[in-house]
């Protein structure tokens, strides 16, 4: 790419010179925006000095540097006033989004902001999902599989051909890295928002990439990525490279094909490398590995790229994405923190060549391993898509990267040019998933039952003014920069999501269901408006990790941006600490809020009808004993007395199974000022406290197990406590059967019918979101009948096992 640049310097520079010479007259009308370092010297000199000025410093600068001051002398000269540039092509008309959820619905309101008319497609189960609803058409394109609806390329084709879209943004995931659907839309005269195919493929392959990045002067992590597979000679290559090593499946990603070797035995060796290869061809379909140096202590170090069809790219920084569960990413910032100047100019311009070697056109994210210990870094992978974490650099850019994707796919320069790109502040993402950080960050499903998030105070990064123009031509100088953190700048809040309350989170896709993205002045400040946004954020339904990413948030050791990949597991007993049962106030605010439920709301008259639901015709103080059972593994029993005094004050005292004096409070004022918000005062202290209900499903009968009964769910002090009411025994001697609790598969079946079986014994093994549960009778009995069996689907509800009990089967006798 440099050597073809270098090639036909000549005729660009002549090109740039005589555009310098066409606008240098109309400078004035010059957008903000497209300000760049010889654009911005205009006040220096004549238009006849400035492009004199060009071509000496064209010439003298060779290699990297002459082709980074080409690209921003092309940049000022293409990126003036769009309205008035007759060179300036148009954006589309409409697009179609060939995604779902919240990356889709970030597209839509950029698309919807530049006038440009956008297309949904749905599967089956996302026809009322928030995306649909955004866009101004939407089609359905099959069942919810992803295999038959959002990777079906024919049908996404159908649909662009049916609405007219002229072009697909293929968001992240799904097709959006896939060369074949490039190269389809090509040949059906679509547009693809992205990179050309050949470069998906050359960076599609971990193996090829490397070579390529090789050969561009982009460091690489030692190691063997050739096409020989013997285990003998991998072995040998390993001993080579020294150990610990990485054995990695050269397609795919997320972690899987995956194992690292600290024991430099050849049977360690072995059985990492069969485990890899194994699964690797389960989830790509192929079993090649390469071998690579382990790195002890790295950090996740990327830089965001963007390049134009017009030979023109730029980094827009770079983010640290370190702290990861299960090789997969759930907090991001940028900058990286403790970077100095030098080294990212060293990053970003790594990050740029690697872009121009494969001819890169569009946004690109090159991904590098950074050595902790060395502040070494090698090139790991280029993700040929708009990255999940995009918000943060568009948080301290002030730029917005779906418009650039747009404007470059429409043909059109980069609307900035290197020197202008600001570097403001500090911003953090936080990816909210339904999944259970205590169980191994397992995901889960469910309807959003309940959502509240903290108000939002942009939907778009707010602008910043242009850098400085530097006075060198230097690239490796116009790199060099700090971020700024003096000016200033208005706290920011961001919710990126794609689902709204009683939407439901499945199975069969991904489980994220917003990004929380802050930005504040440094570090510190949007750190603590971070944890402040998750401390707000609430959700009821499913099992969520905003508890967990709160903690990590207030961690000290990532507070002082002591960031490495293995950050969980290092500071696994800080982040998980031991369960604690609730507190003596949390649990008399939940009795008070489960007896104010059923009483009419207070007024300010007193009458005797007002009062009525507090007091016995008697004049007696009525109470109510309200038993609860901690929803997690210390399953604790606690019961509350509530005492009513007046309809408006209370005593409570609460007794817990686990021993301990009883607690008592008198007096407490209380009541529900909204339908979820109970105002108390306790301990001299008032309280507004969340608390939402979350009722069993109307189709699971009551059973001994949790997700029969209903749940209280209190958010306070950035906590969320959830608590059982366990059902009556009346209600459960109407049930005899075993239903499925949830949407499951089902692993084993141990009984038939006629078998005798006794208290806890297993009876059926399902399997929902990659975790198995385990059915157990009720009682001892009889099985009377199996409505199940092995490997089939079931809904929640169903009745799989039916008992009866061994004292009906007596008194039947």
């Known amino acids: 790419m440099i050597t073809t ?7 660009r520079l002549s090109r740039v010179i005589q555009t310098l010479a066409k606008t240098a007259a109309t400078t004035s009308h010059v957008q903000k925006r497209s300000v760049s370092l010889t654009a911005a010297s205009s006040a220096k000199g004549s238009a006849s000095q400035r492009t004199a000025t060009a071509a000496r410093e064209y010439r003298a600068k ?23 540039n007759p060179e300036r092509k148009p954006h589309f008309d409409k697009i179609l989004i060939a995604n779902r959820g919240e990356i889709a619905c970030r597209v839509i309101r950029t698309a919807k902001k530049l006038g440009i008319k956008t297309v949904a497609v749905y599967s089956d189960v996302d026809k009322d999902s928030l995306h649909v609803e955004l866009a101004d058409e939407a089609y359905n394109i099959g069942p919810a599989p992803s295999a038959e609806s959002y990777l079906r390329m024919d049908k996404i084709i159908e649909a662009c051909h049916k609405s007219g879209a002229q072009a697909v943004h293929p968001g992240y995931g799904f097709l959006s890295e896939n060369a074949d659907f490039a190269k389809r839309l090509e040949s059906e005269g679509l547009v693809f928002i992205g990179p050309p195919a050949n470069a998906i493929v050359s960076m599609g392959s971990k193996s090829e990439s490397k070579n390529i990045m090789s050969s561009a002067g982009v460091p690489c992590v030692p190691g063997y990525h050739g096409s020989n597979q013997d285990p003998d000679f991998l072995f040998s290559e390993a001993q080579k490279i020294g150990f610990p090593v990485l054995i990695k499946a050269i397609h795919g990603g997320g972690g899987k094909g995956m194992r690292t070797v600290l024991d430099p035995t050849k049977e360690a060796f072995d059985e ?5 290869k194994r699964e690797s061809l389960k989830s790509f379909g192929n079993d090649t590995v390469l071998v690579e140096k382990y790195i002890q202590r790295p950090r996740h170090v990327e830089v965001q790229v963007f390049a134009d069809k017009l030979g023109n790219a730029v980094s827009l920084w770079e983010r640290d994405c370190s702290v990861q569960r299960r090789n997969q990413k759930i907090i991001e910032e940028a900058p990286a923190p403790g970077l100095s100047p030098e080294l990212r100019a060293n990053l970003s311009a790594k990050a740029i060549a690697a872009a121009r070697a494969v001819n890169y056109v569009g946004a690109g994210t090159v991904e590098f391993i950074f050595d902790n210990d060395t502040s070494d870094f090698y090139f790991m992978e280029m993700n040929t898509r708009l990255q999940v974490e995009h918000p943060v650099t568009e948080m301290i850019t002030g730029l917005d990267l779906v418009e650039w994707q747009l404007e470059v796919a429409a043909g059109n320069p980069i609307p900035r040019s290197q020197e202008s790109i600001p570097l403001v502040g500090h911003s ?21 039952l309940y959502l509240s998030t903290p108000p939002p105070t942009d939907i778009f990064a707010r602008e910043f003014a242009e850098r400085s123009p530097s006075s060198s031509s230097d690239l490796a100088e116009v790199l060099a920069v700090e971020p700024d953190t003096e000016q200033r700048v208005s706290r920011s809040l961001r919710i990126e999501q794609g689902f709204t309350q009683g939407a439901q989170i499945g199975v069969y896709y991904d489980p994220m269901i917003a990004k929380v993205v802050v930005h504040g002045r440094d570090r510190t400040e949007a750190l603590r408006m971070l944890r402040k946004a998750l401390d707000e954020y609430h959700v009821v339904g499913v099992s969520t990790n905003v508890e967990f990413l709160r903690t990590l948030a207030g961690n000290p050791a990532f507070i002082a941006a002591e960031v490495e990949t293995g950050f969980i597991p290092k ?12 507190s003596a106030e949390l649990l008399a605010q939940a009795a008070l809020y489960v007896v104010l439920r059923n009483t009419a709301p207070t007024t300010t008259s007193s009458t005797p009808w007002t009062t009525l639901a507090s007091r016995r015709f008697g004049g007696d103080v009525s109470h109510r004993l309200v038993a609860f059972q901690t929803d997690d593994t210390l399953n604790a029993t606690i019961t509350a007395d509530v005492r009513t005094i007046d309809g408006r004050n209370f005593d409570v005292t609460i007794t817990s199974s686990s021993g301990g004096d009883p607690v008592h409070f008198t007096g407490v004022p209380a009541e529900l000022v909204e339908k979820n918000t109970l105002a108390t005062r306790l301990g001299g202290k008032g309280l507004k406290t969340t608390i939402v209900s979350q009722p069993p499903p109307p189709a699971l009968p009551a059973s001994q197990s949790h997700n029969s009964m209903e749940r209280i769910h209190l958010f306070a002090d950035g906590h969320r406590t959830s608590l059982v009411l366990p059902s009556p025994k009346w209600l459960l001697s109407l049930s005899r059967g075993l239903r499925a609790p949830m949407p499951s598969l089902v692993v084993e079946v141990r009984v038939k019918p006629g078998d005798k079986v006794e208290k806890g014994q297993a009876v059926v093994v399902l399997e929902s979101m990659k975790t198995e549960t385990v059915l157990r009778a009720h009682e001892a009995g009889v099985v009377k009948s199996v409505g199940c069996k092995n490997g089939e689907m079931v809904e929640e509800g169903r009745e799989l096992v039916d008992i009866e009990p061994v004292e009906s089967e007596a008194k039947d006798a």
């Open 428 to 448: 953090f993402e936080a990816r909210i998933y339904a999944e259970n950080p205590r169980n191994n960050f397992l995901p889960d499903s469910g309807t959003l």
């Open 5 to 11: 640049q270098r090639a036909s310097g000549s005729k």
């Open 571 to 582: 500071h696994f007993d800080e982040l998980f600490p031991p369960l604690v049962e609730p």
């Open 272 to 276: 990492a490398l069969l485990s890899a």
């Open 62 to 84: 060779e290699g990297l540097k002459a082709f980074g001051h080409v690209q921003r002398s092309l940049a000022t000269a293409s990126t003036g006033d769009g309205g008035s």
